[in-house]
């Protein structure tokens, strides 16, 4: 599989089932029909729309596991701009066919890495990270995996129903979740960013980790740094930036 990352498959895709996945997060799960869609755990497509005003193109993270053959689950978040995400929550409905191509991306697990795995997300930078955390469960592999993820609110929490199951099934598997804004919801989990003390307890709960980071820019380049500060090697940080 080390050269999935360099091949680009194209598929139509049709909605088969729509989830509410927070307030602002809606996941799409699609039939690929015969094709044989590979991708990595972790890599994105590109999404085409044809709308009123032109073809628009998105790219959204692949939240489903490649063991999983015949479909493909995506993950979007609602957003004050980009026409792709506004179609998929305002317009979209089960039965609609898109055009994909993919998967795409450098942000990619594969089992001969090994591990052990430290992911890290902020908000929708969830999205890649489940689809590894998916993987690395369906796979049964034998590795240490801890998962550290913040949202703003309690409700804004993606798959985390998803991530407490993967985490029940292997004592080899611990998560944290955080928020960072206090709200009226009902919340007795942590509060706070993911911070030099969290970080400094998660690197050092398992030998030299190998750590995937997505979230937004300015909590990547700040998690980036205190890692290395704390002596992680570059080569173990795998970030994904989004803009």
């Not at 709960?205 to 002596?231: A, H, S, W």
Request: aromatic fraction near 10%; hydrophobic fraction near 35%.
């Amino acid at each position: 599989m080390g050269n999935l990352n360099e091949v680009r498959v194209q598929a139509e895709a049709t909605i088969i089932e729509i989830r509410e996945e927070t307030p602002t997060v809606k996941s799409f799960l699609f039939d690929l029909g015969e094709t044989p869609f590979k991708y990595l755990p972790g890599q994105w497509v590109d999404f085409y729309i044809e709308t009123k005003s032109g073809l628009q193109i998105g790219g959204f993270s692949i939240t489903s596991s490649p063991t999983v053959e015949g479909t493909i689950e995506l993950a979007v978040k609602r957003l004050p701009y980009g026409i792709p995400a506004q179609y998929l929550h305002d317009t979209a409905r089960v039965g609609d066919s898109f055009h994909i191509d993919g998967g795409s991306g450098k942000f990619y697990y594969e089992e001969s890495k090994g591990g052990p795995l430290l992911l890290i997300a902020g908000g929708i930078g969830i999205t890649p990270i489940i689809s590894i955390a998916r993987y690395v469960a369906a796979k049964k592999l034998d590795i240490k995996m801890d998962i550290l993820y913040s949202a703003s609110t309690p409700s804004e929490f993606a798959f985390k129903t998803s991530i407490e199951e993967i985490v029940a099934s292997s004592h080899n598997f611990d998560c944290r979740f955080t928020t960072t804004q206090h709200s009226e919801e009902p919340w007795h989990g942590y509060n706070g960013r993911i911070n030099a003390e969290l970080l400094q307890q998660y690197t050092t709960r398992n030998e030299d980790p190998l750590i995937y980071l997505c979230g937004p820019q300015p909590m990547i380049t700040d998690i980036e740094k205190t890692l290395l500060d704390l002596g992680i090697e570059e080569k173990r940080i795998n970030a994904e930036r989004w803009w």
